[in-house]
């Protein structure tokens, strides 16, 4: 299959690989690769970063937006995390968005890519139009959550349809966050297609999760992700099964007031607090786990976790909010229970004291995963739909050639034949002057 290049543009990527921020970003780059694109990402600079350094058989380079000491914004938990912690950092963004743009515009002609895919729909939307005029290259949108939220309300509506208008494609990574988006001008070849999962890397451990009595919570410590609610559903537990164990990985805002919690009743021994582990260390994670919850209270885009978990044998029990329930099968793969610290607690219960369920519901999660986001797959649907952009904006791009050709050709014939005519006519007025 005939090589592409490809450019992946992106506000989120691993600082190195094996980093936990973003890891599915370079795995859809390193799968693509796999397939035959020669793939370049293009990501924020940080201090202590490379400009430009090989990742395997994926290029990384990273654009600069201010003196290298104030570049902070694109990293340390994401973009909007870091302005709710700090607000001022805003004055940064007009910088960061235009030197994005002008490194983007610049290497995609540069090194004539043959198309350009832009992960999150902003803030590419806020110059994708001139973008491709000037380009002229083909253009993938690909939203993922926070973007899509913003993308179909208010004035980020309007910037993100001007931008619809001249992508030739987008994807979005599940059938709701495509809900979301109903009232916008969508291109035409608008596709759902979920993020990948390494599947090989993801797999069941040694252990069944009858084998263990932990509860493992993997995100951020927000009042939004339900968090509080947690852990007073894992009070509740702890009071008819003693033995119970809580584990949370992830950081944020309450994590204080949950050490609080915990100290007044005295269960900081029932719960392990980990600010962050390497991505590859959540496998093992996982796999020693009974039961992943994810007790967000916002509907989520798609539910990382409990896809990675699945993948590992592990069932999660989940309000089922937003893309949460095409990944949660409740009842299969899975509990999804009402947004209640009492559905809650019954949910986990019930894993917990029924060693049968909580493997049957484990292994059926790997099945039902197997079949709908490893990243072969996954990426297989991406390289699908990116040929046959690259194939259409060629065939559009000679059409609009062909069409240019044709009036050119017209006034030349016209214009050459009044030159023959008007030659003609003064040779017969000569001829007749000298009969």
């Not at 959550?145 to 599940?174: C, E, P, Q, Y």
Request: proline share 6%.
């Amino acid at each position: 299959m005939e090589s592409k290049k490809l450019l992946v543009v992106s506000t989120s990527f691993p600082m190195r690989p094996g980093d936990g921020l973003s890891p599915f970003i370079l795995e859809f780059c390193q799968h693509l690769s796999n397939l035959g694109w020669d793939v370049t990402a293009l990501v924020p600079h940080h201090k202590g970063l490379k400009d430009r350094e090989v990742w395997g058989a994926v290029t990384v380079r990273r654009f600069r937006y201010l003196p290298e000491s104030m570049e902070d914004v694109g990293y340390s938990g994401g973009i909007m995390p870091n302005l709710k912690k700090r607000p001022w950092k805003i004055l940064k963004i007009p910088f960061y968005i235009y030197s994005m743009y002008r490194e983007a515009l610049n290497i995609s002609v540069e090194e004539k890519f043959d198309l350009v895919s832009f992960q999150w729909i902003f803030p590419a939307s806020f110059w994708l139009g001139r973008f491709a005029r000037v380009s002229g290259l083909p253009i993938v949108l690909t939203g993922h959550g926070t973007d899509i939220h913003m993308a179909s309300r208010g004035i980020f509506k309007k910037f993100a349809d001007w931008s619809f208008k001249k992508a030739d494609a987008l994807t979005v990574n599940s059938a709701y966050m495509k809900s979301l988006l109903k009232d916008n001008l969508l291109p035409q070849q608008t596709e759902v297609i979920y993020v990948g999962v390494d599947s090989e890397k993801f797999h069941p451990g040694n252990t069944k999760p009858s084998d263990s009595k932990k509860i493992l919570y993997v995100g951020r410590l927000i009042k939004q992700k339900g968090i509080e609610l947690l852990v007073e559903a894992f009070i509740d537990i702890t009071k008819q099964l003693p033995d119970a164990k809580l584990e949370i990985i992830g950081y944020g805002p309450e994590k204080e007031n949950i050490k609080a919690i915990l100290k007044a009743v005295y269960l900081e021994e029932s719960v392990a607090m980990i600010d962050t582990v390497p991505h590859d260390d959540l496998p093992a994670i996982y796999s020693q786990s009974r039961v992943l919850v994810l007790p967000s209270l916002i509907p989520e885009g798609l539910g990382m976790t409990p896809a990675e978990a699945g993948l590992c044998g592990v069932p999660t029990v989940t309000f089922g909010l937003g893309g949460t329930s095409e990944i949660v099968i409740n009842n299969k793969t899975g509990l999804i229970v009402e947004p209640s610290r009492e559905a809650l607690r019954g949910g986990l219960l019930k894993l917990l004291q029924n060693d049968s369920l909580a493997d049957n519901l484990g292994q059926n999660a790997r099945k039902f995963l197997l079949d709908i986001i490893p990243w072969p797959k996954i990426a297989t649907r991406f390289d699908g739909l990116f040929r046959e952009v690259v194939e259409a904006h060629g065939a559009k791009q000679s059409k609009t050639k062909s069409n240019a050709i044709l009036p050119a050709i017209i006034i030349f014939l016209v214009t050459f034949g009044y030159i023959i005519k008007t030659f003609m006519d003064r040779f017969e007025r000569i001829v007749s002057l000298i009969k």
